[in-house]
């Protein structure tokens, strides 16, 4: 080869080398990490503490130990269980209320015992008496009854000891309020059905609060009971129901607000027969009593429960504070339902005592139940004897 062409080619040559390491040498430093910053100058992002640097190096799975990593696991904390309530025995809950029926209601006995203790018992003070008994609530029949048995024991036996006066006093009141009256509550089972109450009454007598306490007072007694909440029209009166039923372990029936309350009944009559209750005790919607269509609908819930079993009590919830408008709404129920029995309540809260023998012979049935206090077992049987006794007491 020629000198002329050696010398081009070699210069082409070297010219093609150092192109190539130029361009090795370009790529190479393009891929170099840069250097790292100081931990100081790191900013924090998404997750880290921004006002705290970490400088700690996360521990590897060999300085890990189970026997600390592992926290302990609590055990869930156990709830204790509602304790069930023993109810007051139902025997004798009465006499033990005594003291209240006598502080509220002696009016009727001092009154009676300070005119007949008079030095001359004349026609007015007769006709006071008639006045202290008309406004003890026993009612026009009653007090003229009354008072012609006082008349004739007083003039034919010449009475003026206070204490043969008592004693007199005290019979005849007995006689009036009627000791031979039957005031047992069935509450036996007919075979495989239970026994079923009705309670009915107007607004405000106590009916919901005298259904609880009533079934308190059969759990005294042993009784399987089974509640039924068919007043669905009244917000509270489930609640109010299923509170009473909790505290002694007494199931409730019920459904939601505005249920038809003749279905309440009758599911509940139904459960009571497959629980094998011995009673079931419905309450009803507190009607009053002025309402046609309301008073109707009562004794379609009476009719639906006899599909299934027999009622055997209808008692009927009376305040005794309301006097001759409790007669009123005793009339109309009667009407409606055959009603068996009567409730008084309030009787510890009035000096109207009177009004045991006024409704009594108004309706021809007797007063079963008495509360005499608000106390959950203040719903004690009626007995005769101890309310007259508390009547005359000194």
């Known amino acids: 080869m020629s000198a002329e ?26 891929r170099k990490p840069p250097a790292p910053r100081a931990p100081e100058e790191l900013i924090p992002g998404v997750g880290d503490d921004a006002t705290e640097t970490i400088t700690t190096q996360r521990p590897t799975i060999e300085d890990v130990s189970l026997d600390t990593a592992v926290a302990p696991v609590e055990e869930a904390p156990v709830l204790e269980e509602l304790e069930i309530e023993r109810p007051a025995p139902a025997q004798g809950r009465m006499a033990r209320l005594r003291a209240r029926l006598a502080r509220s209601n002696t009016a009727i ?4 015992l300070s005119l007949l203790s008079s030095d001359k018992i004349d026609d007015e003070v007769w006709e006071e008496v008639e006045d202290t008994l008309l406004l003890a609530d026993l009612g026009v029949p009653g ?8 008349r004739t024991q007083v003039r034919v036996d010449g009475i003026a000891d206070p204490d043969e006066l008592r004693r007199v006093l005290e019979a005849e009141l007995l006689v009036s309020v009627g000791p031979d009256l039957d005031r047992t509550l069935d509450t036996d089972r007919r ?9 009915v009454g107007v607004n405000g007598t106590g009916k919901t609060t005298t259904v609880g306490k009533l079934g308190r007072l059969l759990v005294a007694e042993d009784k399987d009971v089974m509640l039924g ?9 489930t609640e109010q129901l299923q509170t009473w039923g909790e505290r002694v372990g007494v199931p409730v029936v019920a459904k939601q607000e505005g249920a038809d309350p003749a279905a309440v009944a009758f599911d509940t009559v139904s459960e009571a027969i497959d629980a094998e209750a011995d009673v079931a005790i419905v309450d009803t919607a507190g009607r009053l009593h002025t309402k046609t ?7 379609k819930v009476k009719r639906v429960i ?5 009622v055997s009590e209808v008692l009927l919830v009376l305040d005794a504070t309301t006097g001759q408008n409790g007669l009123n709404q005793a009339r109309v129920f009667a009407e409606v339902v055959d009603v068996t029995g009567i409730v ?8 109207k005592g009177g009004i045991v023998v006024a409704v009594q012979q108004e309706l021809g049935v007797p007063v079963k139940l008495v509360g005499l206090g608000e106390g959950p077992d203040d719903l004690a049987f009626f007995d005769p004897q101890t309310f007259v006794e508390a009547l005359v007491e000194a």
């Open 5 to 30: 062409v050696f010398v081009p080619v070699l210069i082409g040559i070297v010219i093609l080398v150092g192109l190539a390491f130029f361009f090795v040498n370009r790529v190479s430093g393009r």
């Open 306 to 310: 006899e599909k299934q079993a027999e």
């Open 191 to 199: 075979g495989e059905r239970p026994a079923v109450i009705m309670v």
């Open 143 to 150: 007090t003229e009854d009354l008072v012609a048995r006082l």
């Open 293 to 299: 269509g309301l008073m109707d609908e009562l004794g």
């Open 109 to 112: 006995g001092r009154g009676l």
């Open 344 to 351: 008084l309540t309030k009787l510890d809260g009035t000096a």
């Open 229 to 237: 909440a068919a007043d669905t029209f009244r917000a509270a009166a």
